[in-house]
Structure formats: structure tokens, C-alpha cells
């Protein structure tokens, strides 16, 4: 089957290490499904892999991708990946299992014409969404809706800061967002950028660091230090920082004095479970809510993709179609 995998990692040069071809199709082990792939989205998860960060050097070659939407070989039905793999045995909320792992750490990942999955990692596609759409949601979209809706409860009228608007994770959120009559304020570096939150849905956009009409009741940060400070002085008394990811880099000041004299709450926030990935299926069905793709290109073209994602030259999601 086509593939794009690594056979080696590249810390310096990601890129580099990508390879598209030809890859023996997946056994599935007992318990587990093989998914005929029609769409899969790309994530910066990807680019850790190719460079070897989360991944043991012994796993290599090792097929990308944790996001798909396709077909159930066993059923026939249209299906999405959950991508978050429990160890067997594990019940109730996988990403709390010590031993769980992402698509692509472990298990062969889905950019791939066919992806073995456990059988419960399959979830059953509304026939509203495209699988094109549905493959942006496992990995960002899945991890927005949890940042905003399970850890910084946030509710209809509340203001939310999303830091770095244009990624996966905060333009889905920022989409999310205001879908759910939140109040959204958006940060990016580029006018270019900025406007694309808008268009997104945020109702307002500021340049990095400056400063807000007033103190929010959440932030949704993926960025890490470069961000990190402005985030704190952003929150109102008792606001709620919700972190799931720290791109430029994971140890700023940590601010103790504001943390605690403001009483605010620091709060982690990894993926989402699989009834949180039903409930966010839902919420796109009734709402008409759908993902912003920004572009889609065939599985051959994964170099392309990959590129324009290492590069940050994209707002919302870049999917590959089999």
C-alpha cells in the first residue's frame, strides 16, 4: 500500500526524513479493525515524529499520521479513527491511562491507504460530515473541544483568549468557540493571520502580547513560552489557563505571585476521549459547524503538506485523501 513514513528520524531537518511508497498492508492483531483510509489530516504531531520526538528509535520505520476518516473493512461502515490507543484492558477515559499512546508512536499511523485500529478506537461517521471532514477532528478539533468545554468550563457569554490563532487546535477552538456563544478573542502574528481569525469566527484579533480591552475568563494556550506571560496577565481573578501544548517552548516563569494572589487555575489538557469525539461529531451535525480546511491533496503529495505545515504557511487543517 502507499505510505508516507520515516524509516529514520531527523532532529535538524524534518523533512528530510519523509519518505513516500510502498509499505506492507496492515495484519490486524486480535481485537483490532483495518480502516480502508479515504481522508487523513496532518498534524505538527507529525513533524515530532519525523524529527523523533515521543517515539522510540526502534519503532522506525514508522508510517505518520494519527487523524483518518474512512471505511471499516470488517463492517462496511463509515468510520473515524479515535487516535488515542489504551493499553488492553484499559475502561473509561484513555487519555488517563499511563500506557496510552497516539497513533504513530506505537501502532503504523494513518497516512496510509489502510490503518489497523482496536476495534473500539472506531466510531461511527455521521453521514452530514465528509470524510474530510471528519478526519480534521481526532487529534485538534477533539483537543479544542476538551480545552474549552471539559477544562476551562467555559459557557455561553464568557470571554475566551486563544494564543497563536492560526494553528490546528486554536482555529478550531476559536470555530468552537463562537459556535457556543462565547465571546472569542484571538492572538496571531501577521494582519494576515489576524484576519483570518475573523474570518474563523473570533470576534476580535491583537497583535501577540498586547494589551486587552479587559481580563478574560479563560485562555486556551498552545504555544508555551512566547506566549506564556502575556497569558497570565490576561485572565481575570480566578480565570482559568488551559494548556495542551508548548511549541516554543515548555519552561517559562512560572508567575507563582499572579498564579496565587489571583487565584487562578493552571489547568493541562491532553486529546479527548471517545465519547468526546461522538459529542463533538454531534455538536458539527446540528450546528452545521464544519472544519476549515485549508487545502487537500493527494497521499503522494504528502511532502507538499508536510511542508506547508512545517512552515506555518496555512490557517486550519491540510488533509491528504487516498
Request: charged share 20%; with cysteine.
Amino acid at each position: 500500500m502507499l505510505a508516507a513514513y520515516a524509516t529514520a528520524p531527523d532532529p535538524n531537518d524534518p523533512l528530510s526524513a519523509l519518505e513516500v511508497g510502498e509499505r506492507p498492508d496492515p495484519v490486524p492483531a486480535d481485537g483490532w479493525t483495518t480502516v480502508e483510509v479515504r481522508a487523513a489530516g496532518l498534524n505538527h504531531h507529525d513533524l515530532w515524529t519525523l524529527r523523533g520526538v515521543g517515539i522510540a528509535a526502534g519503532r522506525f520505520p514508522m508510517i505518520l499520521g494519527c487523524d483518518a476518516a474512512g471505511v471499516d473493512t470488517a463492517t462496511g461502515e463509515d468510520v473515524v479513527v479515535h487516535a488515542v490507543i489504551a493499553s488492553p484492558g484499559w475502561t473509561g477515559d484513555e487519555t488517563l491511562d499511563p500506557a496510552r499512546s497516539l497513533l504513530s508512536e506505537k501502532h503504523q499511523g494513518t497516512l496510509a491507504q489502510y490503518v489497523s485500529v482496536p476495534a473500539r478506537n472506531v466510531v461511527p461517521k455521521p453521514a452530514e460530515l465528509s470524510f474530510e471532514d471528519a478526519a480534521c477532528l481526532p487529534t485538534a478539533w477533539l483537543t479544542a473541544y476538551r480545552m474549552l468545554f471539559g477544562r476551562a468550563e467555559a459557557s455561553p457569554g464568557q470571554t475566551v483568549l486563544v494564543q497563536g490563532a492560526s494553528g490546528g487546535v486554536a482555529s478550531a477552538a476559536i470555530a468552537l468557540g463562537r459556535a457556543a456563544g462565547l465571546r472569542v478573542w484571538a492572538t496571531a502574528r501577521t494582519e494576515a493571520k489576524r484576519a483570518a481569525a475573523l474570518r474563523l469566527g473570533a470576534h476580535e484579533a491583537f497583535e501577540p502580547g498586547a494589551r486587552l480591552p479587559e481580563r478574560v475568563d479563560a485562555v486556551l494556550e498552545t504555544v508555551g513560552e512566547a506566549t506564556w506571560a502575556h497569558s497570565m496577565k490576561a485572565l481575570r481573578p480566578g480565570g482559568r489557563l488551559v494548556v495542551c501544548g508548548a511549541t516554543t517552548g515548555a519552561a517559562p516563569p512560572a508567575d507563582l505571585n499572579r498564579l496565587f494572589f489571583l487565584q487562578l487555575e493552571v489547568k493541562g489538557s491532553t486529546m479527548g476521549d471517545r465519547r468526546e469525539l461522538e459529542d463533538l461529531m454531534s455538536l458539527l451535525v446540528h450546528t452545521g459547524l464544519r472544519p476549515t480546511i485549508d487545502r487537500t491533496l493527494p497521499l503522494d503529495k504528502a511532502a507538499d503538506g508536510l511542508a506547508a505545515l512545517h512552515a506555518g504557511e496555512m490557517v486550519g487543517k491540510i488533509v491528504l485523501t487516498t
